[in-house]
């Protein structure tokens, strides 16, 4: 079960664009102070992973919304029924758990070396184990555990992957060539 299923949107929503805030500051500060991108980038991932922990767990812990965790193995269950319903909580649940690991899987795509396969399919697999142990401590906290969350949250870092991918030639060689005259 998505936090914002348990929690309502006022109280995950805020604290996901302070963290897009957050990201973006710290991706401008390390080019402001020239820490260079890769700092930035590491500084921006502790800040996706500090935003969906607070998120997802804890403020699960925080309003003690502490029970007796179920597992919801029925793959797409909580998808047909975010399709089918005409409710806005449902929607919310559906989009917000692949919104909120989209920039978790850009900014890993952007610190991984190598091809556009290797970020995505790195960036991917990350975000998918990082999901399945946010379910599993969900689980343990008493909420439920849903196969739909681990699917929709790794399908927004393959999204996130995708976009930094494309962009990530680009951003791992800088602004342009090199010559011998620009270092």
Known sequence: ???????????????????????????????????????????????????????????????????????????????????????????????GNIVLFVPFGAVVALLVRGGALRRIATATVLAAALSVSIEAVQFLLGRVADVDDVVLNTGGALVGALVAAAFAGPWSRGSGPRTAETG
């Open 1 to 95: 079960m998505s936090p914002l299923d348990v929690h309502g949107t006022e109280g995950a929503l805020p604290i996901a664009l302070v963290g897009a805030v957050l990201v973006a500051l710290a991706w401008g500060v390390g080019a402001i102070f020239g820490h260079g991108r890769r700092t930035a980038a590491w500084v921006a991932l502790l800040t996706c992973l500090a935003v969906i922990g607070w998120i997802t767990i804890g403020l699960t812990v925080v309003q003690g919304d502490l029970g007796t965790g179920t597992v919801n193995l029925h793959w797409g269950q909580e998808i047909r029924r975010a399709l089918d319903s005409g409710a806005s909580a449902p929607w919310t649940n559906l989009v």
